[in-house]
């Protein structure tokens, strides 16, 4: 049975022995990469910096929450926004694998720069099990590079620390209680963020659809469940189709968008069964979603499919 006391007093020892020098660490405000900073923050003190950045594809309201949680966690932190960056890397890009590997090097590119700036020598990254797993090497198919690994750069000039590689979500969960860290059931968002959630070419317009579709679904599950009428999911959002269809609002023909909304249950992310969501909940997801994104989408679907044979994400 998994001891997450027993787990922190190894790997904080470990980590101090290790660490010789400053350390940045890749700090998105979940719950894998705040567990890390934690971790790493007890082993070496304030030679530790937490740098948040803002890639431009984050949720409604991401970087001003992740800014109230690395103040409440009492580390050194930086917040970056390199959007301008990402934006143009991804200029014209379909493909998700491309995005991904597009993404992951940016990641480092921008670490390296930071870790240079602060003659930091290592980077510290929340990489849990599913991460290498699912990014596939030796005899395992890639089933898609999550970009702090299988989207890593073969050459990089920092050197790499990964404390919860051999941990699966549910055991950073444990770990999380255990420290006593608020950030310990928060779903999961994907590094990559809503650049995967939107399918097809990434524009502002795009990801602006997708960031208020998603803030529409989040919301109305949450309040769904706070009222007792649903389970909360292990992982619920929305999703920009690339497909248009037909509509019609009022007496006027519309053309919009297509948004998936989609919701599971798990563990530790392997599998996944989607979760049942009341049809009224569904409902007022899609009349909100239609009404306030009225000019861009007008058709809802709802993605029942488990994993396998489907992936939780769409890219």
């Known amino acids: 049975m998994f001891d997450p006391e027993k787990f922190v007093e190894e790997k904080t020892r470990e980590l101090k022995n290790k660490i010789e020098d400053k350390s940045i660490i890749a700090c998105s405000g979940g719950v894998d990469s705040t567990v890390a900073a934690v971790l790493t923050a007890k082993a070496i003190g304030n030679r530790l910096i937490a740098v948040y950045v803002d890639t431009g594809f984050m949720r409604k309201n991401e970087s001003e929450e992740v800014k109230k949680i690395l103040e409440d966690l009492n580390v050194n932190f930086k917040l970056v926004n390199e959007s301008q960056e990402f934006y143009e890397a991804l200029k014209?890009?379909?493909?998700?694998?491309?995005?991904?590997?597009?993404?992951?090097?940016?990641?480092?590119?921008?670490?390296?720069?930071?870790?240079?700036?602060?003659?930091?020598?290592?980077?510290?990254?929340?990489?849990?099990?599913?991460?290498?797993?699912?990014?596939g090497g030796g005899l395992r198919d890639t089933i898609k590079s999550h970009h702090n690994v299988g989207a890593l750069p073969k050459r990089m000039n920092i050197e790499l620390i990964?404390?919860?590689?051999?941990?699966?979500?549910?055991?950073?969960?444990?770990?999380?209680?255990?420290?006593?860290?608020?950030?310990?059931?928060?779903?999961?968002?994907?590094?990559?963020?809503?650049?995967?959630?939107?399918?097809?070419?990434?524009?502002?317009?795009?990801?602006?659809?997708?960031?208020?579709?998603?803030?529409?679904?989040?919301e109305e599950i949450e309040r769904a469940v706070e009222e007792g009428k649903m389970e909360r999911p292990w992982q619920y959002f929305a999703v920009l189709l690339s497909?248009?269809?037909?509509?019609?609002?009022?007496?006027?023909?519309?053309?919009?968008?297509?948004?998936?909304?989609?919701?599971?249950?798990?563990?530790?992310?392997?599998?996944?069964?989607?979760?049942?969501?009341?049809?009224?909940?569904?409902?007022?997801?899609?009349?909100?979603?239609?009404?306030?994104?009225?000019?861009?989408?007008?058709?809802?679907?709802?993605?029942?499919?488990?994993?396998?044979?489907?992936?939780?994400?769409?890219?």
């Not at 493909?95 to 597009?102: F, T």
């Not at 524009?203 to 529409?216: G, Y």
């Not at 994104?293 to 939780?312: A, E």
């Open 162 to 218: 990964e404390p919860l590689r051999d941990l699966y979500k549910d055991e950073v969960r444990e770990v999380a209680r255990f420290l006593g860290i608020r950030v310990a059931e928060r779903q999961p968002f994907p590094g990559p963020a809503l650049a995967i959630r939107v399918i097809g070419e990434i524009t502002s317009e795009s990801v602006e659809i997708a960031r208020e579709a998603n803030a529409i679904a989040e």
């Open 92 to 135: 014209g890009i379909i493909e998700p694998e491309e995005k991904r590997k597009i993404i992951g090097e940016k990641f480092i590119r921008v670490f390296e720069r930071i870790a240079k700036e602060e003659k930091a020598k290592y980077l510290v990254q929340g990489t849990i099990a599913p991460d290498w797993i699912e990014s």
């Open 243 to 315: 497909s248009k269809s037909v509509g019609v609002h009022g007496d006027v023909r519309a053309y919009g968008y297509t948004i998936a909304i989609r919701a599971v249950q798990s563990i530790d992310g392997m599998t996944a069964a989607y979760s049942k969501i009341p049809h009224e909940v569904l409902e007022k997801i899609s009349i909100r979603i239609t009404n306030e994104l009225k000019d861009k989408v007008n058709r809802i679907v709802y993605d029942i499919t488990n994993k396998p044979p489907g992936t939780i994400e769409w890219e």
